[in-house]
């Protein structure tokens, strides 16, 4: 007579490696925003602190696999984007 709902399986967040940080900005060669890196990664439901984050995107500059540099904001103020390293 009644029927049980069946629980939906709840989605699973993965922590972020450092080699998925890197492809994840070679993906995007226009270059990403702290807040659009931590969005990217929220939609493939990867999971990760934002000093973690910053320290690995640290970890990646001082490595010279990326770069970053300071552009200015639509709004005003300036904003830090962080690019892939071309190789030149």
Do not use: Y
Request: aromatic content about 6%; overall charge positive; proline content about 2%.
């Amino acid at each position: 007579m009644f029927s049980r709902k069946k629980k939906e399986d709840a989605v699973r967040k993965v922590s972020l490696n450092i080699e998925q940080l890197f492809h994840l900005i070679k993906e995007h060669p226009e270059g990403l925003k702290f807040e659009e890196i931590q969005q990217v990664l929220s939609k493939k439901n990867i999971d990760t602190d934002p000093s973690t984050l910053h320290e690995m995107l640290l970890k990646l500059e001082r490595d010279k696999a990326i770069t970053s540099e300071i552009r200015l904001r639509k709004e005003g103020g300036f904003d830090r984007c962080w690019l892939s390293r071309s190789i030149s």
